[in-house]
């Protein structure tokens, strides 16, 4: 019985491969089943090789600004094949260390497009034909993809979709980005730093809109001043594609329409879960909008079948992914009788959210606005890049932490940031967080300095009109 | 090996008591069933054994400390042949720690018991919890120690603290006599009027008699049902009784046919012989009274469990033990914890009449004065008769005032034809 598994599960990105590595360390026979790279979109499409790109303009940025740090630098320019080259090797170096993992944990790896044939069974078909598996548990994460806008099916060449946007042949003169959730912005953020003239269109009232409001402000201000033209509660009505550009009918947010000529477009109006073709219907699984339903341990309605990441409800994030892979693994070494583990379900509040433009976004928990929304009394407090020592001497002088806390009980319910290297810092709030921690151990902490984390612990003393620095 | 000797809980409800006095001293060798020190718990004092032999090789509560957790280690044994090691570093069987349950222990690990050991925290079990739980228990009220942690490792964390205070909180004041001994009682701090006065410390009976009937009155809606009881055949029987049962030893006081007679009346009138706990009410199948009995240290109440079928000289001969031996402090706690009902007999001090307070979770009182001779009418003629006031105090939650008036007359017939008491 070589193709009978405790656990096959589908999909490997950041969730799927994290589920497969948990269980098999608790001892289960398990396969992974990928009709693409390993790693998923994630690590082959998404999340690393962005960083990539963005790492490369991030450094172009600083040497056009080279004088700023009393440097001299001539002939600065990109070589943008050269950019995207280091993207993909990034992404291909990631790639074969998830084909080590699977080896090490002795999973055995179906590459095929993968399809539920009844409970408990599958079938996995590629080039060389079809293979049956069959599983005592299946975990369903077939991650998600780019969602079409109607009227501008993404073509490869005028009009993109993230997937486009991470290779391109040349720089586009003229970009256009509809929505400006953390893809539309990165990537926006990307191209204005290569040199194209850039134009976010958000049919929200602000950008960023998950975020603080304030942070959408903070960021909208600075994008601006880098030369972005932001459009915000406006949409696209119509798009125009020919050989040499797209013209694009832009409703403003007085109602007023405008004809405006772009070279590329690049759409990012949110995801679609892969549940299409992969035997759900048939099994008679719950989906809403083609989102599956999950308990807290991601089990669906159907006995043995688990679904994780981008096709069950959001937040869709790699990391909440990944954390769900972890748990579901874990549910399931439990349900075949291992008792030393014990899965515990994901506080949602808790899972922390990170943007890559620049300046960087980062949060974790309620808004300001979301806080009140909710009833509570709110304590909040905000510090100023200004007005920390290594920020200036960085020469990223730009940005705040802004943190969020219930006036009665002290729970720290949010914190949200902007500016250099907020990505690496938000975690400090999500482990305080996680541990329910209030504002006194936060001021009790030490933070060293001079680090930018000092900030977070000044944007807590403000909160109680404690700071020091300010 | 070292091990730790702790707090002891005398009685289910203890929680804390005070080290009213050492009888040993470090370095002494004691053998099991040695007395170690004298506990004063809130009702008496008690004599603590040692379970294990050993020298003592460590006092760490002074005596006459006041509120030692049940739990704390008090002193720490060396087995004999033993170096005790300086610093504990396991507690042993004898004390064996409550660790959580195993299948809430995962792989995070509780603390190991190492680490419990040599951390002196003073009163007892480390709770688990996480900041703001801890925060929202103290703003709540909730005792974390009542709560199972949800968290990793059984940590509790904010959603049980949440959902312990919206349900679940142990809040039955009524029906669990005793607990919460640690709750301060009615702390009014007197004015000062300079009028020259000398304080006495209270003692923990005293703060417990504080307590309790403070609950009483403010939590209980008393009623007050009170008859006239003739005791001339009563008097006469006993005078009988006593003659006959003289070479027994035995001597019946009038006090012992009336624990009977409410005993009898109780079973003839269960709807008296409840407690009122909460959502629900206890009703008893057997009827134990508690005596009040005046000790030194404060009123104390001494049961005679199964009052209706006891024999009257059984009774006598208990209450005589129970009262010695609650002047002396010596009441162990089941000698004096529960009851289905109580007895107050206030007449050997000529009080004529009176009303008792309910002793929780019980539900009445019998509060019984004076017999003495009064004029009264017999069979339509003015006569000369022994009578008493007899005054009972119910709680109206759990029984009605009709039912009260049964049990009364139940009583006052038992009496006034007392051969039932002897049947």
Partial sequence: MANDYDLVV?????????????AAQLGLKVAIVERENLGGICLNWGCIPTKALLRSAEVFHTMKHAAAYGLAADNIRADLDAVVKRSRSVAKQLNQGIAHLMKKNKITVHMGAGRLTAPRKLEVQNDKGTQALSAKHIIVATGARARDLPFAPADGQRVWTYRHAMTPKELPTKLLVIGS?????????FY???????????????IVPVEDEDVSAFLERALVKQGMQILTGAGVEAINVSSVGISAKIKSKDGKMAEMAFSHVIVAVGIAPNTESIGLEALGIKTERGIIAVDDYGQTNVSGVWAIGDVTPG?????????????????IAKALGNKDVHPHAMDKANIPGCTYCHPQVA???????????????VKAGTFPFMGNGKAIALGEPEGFIKTVFDANTGELLGAHMIGAEVTELIQGYVVGKTLETTETELMATVFPHPTLSEMMHESVLAAYGKALHI | MAIEIKMPALSPTMEEGTLAKWLVKVGQSVASGDILAEIETDKATMEFEAVDEGVITAISVAEGSEGVKVGTVIATLAVEGEVADPVPSAPVAASAPTLPAADSAPDTATPPPAARASSPAANGDRVIASPLAKRIAAQAGVDLRSITGTGPGGRIVKADVEAASRGAAPRLATAVPAVG??????????????????????????KTIARRLTEAKQTIPHIYLTVDVRLDALLKLRGELNTALEADGVKLSVNDLLIKALGKALLRVPKCNVSFAGDELRKYARADVSVAVAAPSGLITPIIVDAANKGLAQISTEMKVLAEKAKSGKLQPHEYQGGTASLSNLGMF?????????????AMIMAVGAGEQRPYVVDGALAIASVMCATGSFDHRAIDGADGAQLMQAFKDLVEQPLGLVA
Avoid: C
């Fill in chain 2, 350 to 362: 000529g009080i004529k009449q009176f009303e008792a307070v309910i002793n929780p979770p019980q």
């Fill in chain 1, 192 to 206: 204005n730093d290569m040199g194209s003239e850039v134009t976010v269109v958000e049919m929200l009232g602000r």
């Fill in chain 1, 10 to 22: 589908l999909g490997s990105g950041p969730g799927g491969y994290v589920a497969a590595i948990r």
């Fill in chain 2, 181 to 206: 001994a640690s709750q301060p009682t009615v702390a009014a701090v007197a004015p000062d009027f300079g009028i020259p006065y000398e304080s006495e410390k209270l003692n923990n009976v005293r």
């Fill in chain 1, 363 to 377: 949060s974790v928990g309620l808004t300001e606005a979301k806080a009140k929304a909710a009833g509570y009394a």
């Fill in chain 1, 315 to 331: 937040p869709w994030l790699a990391h909440k992914a990944s954390h769900e892979g972890v748990i579901a693994a874990e549910a």
């Fill in chain 1, 181 to 189: 959730g953390a893809i539309g912005i990165e990537f926006a953020s």
